[in-house]
């Protein structure tokens, strides 16, 4: 047991008992320390391939796991922070932009103060119009494909003004002139209405705040529109009612009358039958893409560009029957039911002086095959081979519902200068000096 328990101590304390337990020879000497360095480099080949491993990993030997990856970048706080508040309903165009009266706006730029005191040098916001087109004349180019524009601006502080810790409220009001173009996503152009705000704190910091706002315009109905359209050299006409404006949201009812479809000789008639109908809504979007002055020269000089144009089928449908034929009346009678595909994304009509055009119109296709038949029997036809495909179209004006809605001149209450100030006066009143009157008061009258 002693022996047992001495050579554990000598085992834990290696160099110390070996140098003075064996004698000091050369060739010991020599032995000892070849076999010490070849210890020592034994262990450190045993730490580096530790390292090398734990690296192939990707984890750090002395990095616990429950230590964060890095520290998070915390932003510096602000004096104070800008919110909003919209008081007035969704802003919306009443009729047409040469007689719409435009749009009521108004709301409160709110300002949380979250210092115990600061003190603003500037504040004001702006409403702002911007126009991007997809196809610019230079594509990396950001003053060709967006023109932002200044529509009002509102001044809230003529002078610098100490504001304590907590809410403060600054309300604006604008009527939002209705000559100006709806918000429009199309496809070669975007146009947007938004409100950018900016106050500058006595210290330099500035606080901005940005809110997008839409802008929508409804037509009011009208009387249906009725259309005829001649197909010569055939004597078919088409006459075709359609309603006034329609939505991009629901159906609308289109009546057609094909006439002119018999013609009579002595014995004989030739005729024509109605073998397809399809309608499909087509938008026509128009986009100049303006340039700026250092690309001016790619379009021939400052106040050109270039025109692009795109067409999109919107909704449509075929149809092979659903008709009345009326061969001794000469005329075809059909009613059908349009939409417009919601899930296209379809865009109001719009015109912007920015040069963003959007219109839509109805286009009806008519496959008729020519027929020939005897007076008596006008049942037994036979075909001649003859077919012709007649294609019209018809102008649409596809816009947002007014719903239950007025315009804001409408709506206002009676003001003060609406009301006369005394009743009118009478001129020239002189005194009764007639006979007495009774009660017979009915002959009298004024003259």
Aim: with cysteine.
């Amino acid at each position: 047991m002693p022996g047992r328990l001495l050579l554990g101590l000598e085992f834990g304390h290696h160099r110390r008992t070996s140098s003075n337990s064996i004698p000091k020879t050369p060739s010991t000497e020599k032995s000892i320390r070849s076999s010490s360095s070849s210890v020592a480099s034994e262990q450190e080949l045993n730490t580096m391939d530790h390292l090398k491993r734990a690296s192939l990993t990707g984890k750090h030997p002395l990095k616990k796991k429950g230590s964060p990856k890095s520290s998070p970048i915390l932003a510096p706080a602000r004096p104070a922070k800008l919110d909003m508040i919209i008081e007035s309903p969704p802003l919306m165009f009443y009729g047409p932009p040469a007689a719409s009266t435009g749009a009521l706006f108004s709301g409160q730029l709110l300002m949380q103060v979250t210092d115990t005191a600061v003190k603003i040098e500037k504040f004001e916001m702006q409403f702002l119009a911007t126009t991007t087109t997809k196809k610019p004349v230079f594509d990396r180019c950001p003053d060709c494909s967006t023109k932002t524009s200044e529509l009002h601006k509102w001044v809230f502080l003529k002078e610098p003004i100490k504001l304590t810790r907590g809410e403060h409220t600054f309300p604006f009001s604008y009527l939002i002139p209705g000559h100006l173009p709806a918000t429009t996503h199309g496809q070669l152009g975007v146009l947007d209405y938004h409100l950018a705000a900016k106050a500058i704190t006595s210290t330099g910091e500035t606080i901005t705040y940005g809110r997008e706002i839409k802008i929508m315009r409804s037509i009011m109905p009208g009387n249906d529109k009725h259309s005829v359209r001649i197909f010569p050299p055939t004597d078919l006409n088409c006459r075709v009612t359609l309603p006034s404006v329609i939505h991009p949201i629901g159906e609308f009812l289109v009546y057609m009358r094909l006439t002119g479809i018999t013609t009579k000789q002595k014995d004989t008639q030739t005729r024509w039958r109605l073998r397809k109908m399809n309608w499909h809504i087509e938008e026509v979007e128009k986009m100049i893409s303006p340039a700026c002055p250092k690309h001016a020269h790619k379009v021939g000089g400052e106040g050109k560009g270039l025109s692009h144009e795109e067409s999109r089928t919107i909704g449509g449908d075929e149809m092979k029957q659903g008709w009345k034929s009326d061969f001794d009346a000469g005329e075809i009678e059909a009613e059908f039911k349009a939409s417009i595909n919601t899930a296209l994304k379809p865009v109001c009509d719009m015109v912007s002086p920015a040069g963003l055009t959007v219109t839509h119109a109805l286009v009806i296709e008519f496959v008729v095959a020519e027929e020939w038949a005897p007076n008596k029997k006008p049942n037994q036809a036979t075909p001649t081979g003859a077919a012709r495909v007649l294609r019209t179209q018809f102008h649409l004006v596809v816009t947002e519902r007014g719903g239950l809605g007025i315009s804001w001149e409408e709506e206002q209450p009676p003001v003060y200068e609406d009301v006369p100030a005394s009743p009118p006066t009478y001129v020239n009143i002189a005194d009764y000096e007639g006979p007495p009157l009774d009660e017979d008061v009915d002959r009298l009258h004024l003259s």
